[in-house]
């Protein structure tokens, strides 16, 4: 007798439009100052997040792992733990040490913060750093997932009431942005006679100057102290309307605990968003916009005009993490990019509506809104459009090529070029440089694709 063979359709994820959460928890860590990122699992997991940051970021990273194996896999990964935060003691005394969890503890249930807490007991006489940790399950999350709950992590367990000090403190919570992001962030702020206080703050810590000898910790980060001090600050600015606002965040945590005011914004990709930003920052100093950032606007809008031609009406695909691509869409639709299709392998279920909110109105009925789904998923459906423009990270790269589209790189990875810590996309002139970008890719397409050539354009 033959036995009965299950024949449902059966779908999985090939070649994921997303990261493992650790590797977001990991960055996050990464831009504290003087912080070690722990991963409580195997060697296989901080291997492979270490490859991915330093192809990006062009940069040396250690991060520490408690080295699972068969016997820990079985019995518990407490004594494992405990002489992993020994030995990062001893060789890098550092003044945080971040712990995500990977797969494999979360699977088998350690209970981290109990083996955290006994940690302190054990030794509560010998100055410990401080001590943060995360759950990152991959199986239930991605790698934005895992920064914003890293982000949580550290104000939740650092964060202090009290008073705003002068001149007053803004915490910023840009989500997952590159090191020249960063820069011009603190930059807008401070113009504001505001200090800010970024977490994370990875500009120096992953984009900075040559070394003469190897450094186990960069310089750079936010320092421990300025996390204790976000819960007195004058208020917080959190980017980000997909994931900033799945349940608790660090922004809205310090509200309800130290009464620190919240504002929840989109990333600043594009005018209006950005407009928005400096409005918000105005409202907080009660200064006016500085005169330098109005000429930069001013000069984004003649680009605009006069590179129109070689943009409106063009058909863009944008993948990536939920809030860069709803930024992206929203700054293509006044560029007069259609985004016909707006991608991402998370799955929160706001991405859709985010993204319609934000595109003109007159876009929707051409647009498709894809989200939890894998680059075999993306490309199938591309196969049946008409699109002129790819716009993500380097993962796409080999279906850009199959489809013979171009595709201009943003976000994380970019692992296939040597910029991917100085792209700025957020600001004015974030915005100037993804319309150089995105013009000059279109009209270096055409020249490529001319079987005629010319020495005039």
Request: proline letters at 6%; glycine letters at 10%.
């Amino acid at each position: 007798m033959k036995s009965a063979l299950k024949t449902e359709h059966f779908t999985a994820t090939q070649n994921a439009c997303k990261l493992c959460a650790p590797l977001g928890a990991a960055l996050v860590f990464k831009g504290i100052a003087k912080s070690i990122p722990l991963l409580h699992g195997s060697q296989g997991c901080s291997t492979y997040i270490r490859r991915y940051m330093i192809s990006h970021f062009k940069e040396p990273l250690d991060i520490a792992c408690s080295n699972f194996g068969e016997d820990t896999a079985i019995f518990g990964g407490g004594a494992n733990i405990k002489l992993a935060l020994d030995n990062i003691r001893h060789q890098y005394a550092p003044d945080l040490i971040g712990v995500a969890t990977t797969c494999l503890s979360e699977t088998i249930g350690d209970d981290v913060p109990m083996f955290i807490r006994a940690y302190q007991e054990d030794n509560r006489h010998e100055g410990l750093p401080a001590l943060v940790h995360v759950a990152t399950p991959s199986y239930q999350g991605t790698h934005m997932q895992g920064f914003h709950g890293a982000v949580r992590a550290l104000v939740s367990t650092l964060a202090e009431p009290g008073e705003s000090p002068e001149p007053p403190r803004v915490n910023l919570f840009p989500g997952m942005v590159s090191p020249a992001d960063l820069r011009q962030l603190k930059t807008i702020t401070a113009s504001f006679g505001l200090v800010p206080v970024l977490v994370p703050d990875y500009s120096d810590t992953l984009n900075g100057p040559l070394w003469t000898e190897y450094q186990r910790i960069p310089a750079g980060g936010t320092p421990v102290a300025a996390v204790r001090q976000t819960g007195a600050a004058a208020a917080s600015i959190e980017c980000g309307l997909v994931l900033a606002g799945a349940g608790e965040t660090a922004g809205t945590w310090l509200e309800k605990q130290c009464e620190v005011p919240l504002h929840r914004l989109g990333l600043p990709i594009g005018i209006r968003q950005t407009d928005r930003f400096f409005d918000c920052l105005a409202a907080i100093s009660g200064r006016p916009v500085p005169d330098k950032f109005a000429a930069q606007r001013g000069r984004l809008l003649d680009a605009l005009v006069d590179g129109h031609k070689h943009l409106n009406g063009v058909r863009a695909a944008i993948f990536g993490e939920e809030d860069l691509v709803a930024g992206l869409a929203g700054y293509c639709g006044e560029l007069g990019i259609v985004p016909v299709l707006c991608a991402t392998g998370g799955g929160e279920g706001r991405f859709a509506t985010t993204v319609k909110n934000v595109v003109p109105e007159a876009c929707h009925e051409r647009m498709q809104v894809l989200e939890d789904v894998d680059f075999v998923t993306i490309e199938k459906i591309l196969e049946t459009m008409d699109v002129d423009l790819l716009i993500g990270h380097s993962k796409g790269y080999t279906m850009s090529r199959r489809l013979n589209k171009p595709l201009v790189r943003v976000g994380f990875p970019v692992h296939d070029r040597v910029d991917g810590s100085r792209l700025l996309h957020l600001g004015y002139r974030g915005a100037q440089q993804l319309f150089d970008r995105i013009a000059n890719t279109l009209i270096e397409a055409k020249q490529e694709s001319n079987v005629v050539g010319y020495t005039y354009y």
